[in-house]
């Protein structure tokens, strides 16, 4: 298959190029800085040259936006919304003009569109939309209206015979150095991965390969559209994610953390607050009611592999230094 991924470059999308080029897959990314073969230029907001390698797609994979990885200020949280509708729209006017289409249009969403909640899990047919929960910074209201405005890009562009998928991910956990497994491993071998808050907020996840097989499998299954859980069956509070890494590392301790201290710690990081204070209990109703199989349904289990991965990886290149 040809696919394309608008906004490719970054951690989602070397897991899915990596993994689709071993699969065989022509796999074309769309960025804003071309630098190797296979990457095609655009701007993320224009239609131009780059529609031609839309035309003829089988599948489109638009992970474009600005990464929500730093300092929640008014104009980072504008630009985050801008670069969502922006790329979607342009997307959707790509697939629109095309004289060939492709067939499926996953578009990237996110799991922080339900609500701030620990008393029950959020699937797609139950789940509570945020916005509205009381006690919780004003933010993160926006931080759901950037999400709902993100799918109703998708939602609005005229494309008759593409089905469309909007992809509500989870953190997806993976080896590479930068992504979010590899700042909470920090933290842990640190001796700082202990509960947050107190810990109750709950953490949902899916490990790299489950992405993986679960975007193929929704290529492949023809009778799903509309929005669709990618997370691991069994998040759980921050406190217990936190204490089975270290128990994977090796970590004996893990020292807690205030609300102030989190603040202040975010700030170091370039990050912000609601990543490690929301409570995102987000299940896979529709992957798993479609038969979906996760290899790693649990986070020990997931945990495990991935520090695995790294040891080799770190020893590798302490080896190689030799």
Known sequence: MKI????????????????????????V?????????????????????WTAAVDGSDVVINLAGRTVSCRYTAANLQEMMNSRIDSTRVVGAAIAGAARPPRVWLQMSTATVYAH?????????????????????DYWAYSVEIAKAWEQAQQQ???????????????????????????????????????????????????????????????DHEDIAGPVNLAAPHPLPQR??????RSAWGVPVGLPAT??????????????????LKSRRVVPGRLTQAGFDFQYAQW????????????????GGSAARR
């Open 117 to 137: 909640r620990t008393d029950a899990p959020n699937d797609e047919a139950t789940g509570v939309i945020g916005g509205t929960e009381p006690g919780v910074p």
């Open 240 to 245: 217990a994610f936190m204490r089975t890494l």
């Open 300 to 315: 020990p289990q997931a945990a495990e592999e991935l520090v695995r991965r790294v040891r080799e990886r770190v020893e």
């Open 259 to 276: 609300k102030w201290m989190a603040e202040i710690g975010a700030f170091a990081l370039r990050s912000d607050t609601e990543l490690l």
């Open 29 to 49: 990314i769309l960025t804003r800085r071309p630098m190797r073969e296979g990457e095609i230029q655009w701007d993320g907001q224009t239609l131009g040259p």
């Open 157 to 219: 562009a005229e494309t008759p015979t593409t089905r469309k998928v909007a992809l509500r991910s989870a953190m997806v956990m993976s080896r590479d150095p930068g992504g979010v497994f590899a700042v909470l491993l920090g933290l842990a071998r640190l001796g700082l991965g202990g509960p947050v808050a107190g810990g109750a907020q709950y953490v949902s996840w899916i490990h790299e390969h489950d992405f993986v097989r679960a975007v193929e499998f929704l290529i």
């Open 4 to 27: 394309v991924i608008p906004g490719g470059t970054g951690q989602v999308g070397a897991i899915l190029k990596r993994a689709l080029d071993a699969a065989g897959h022509e796999v």
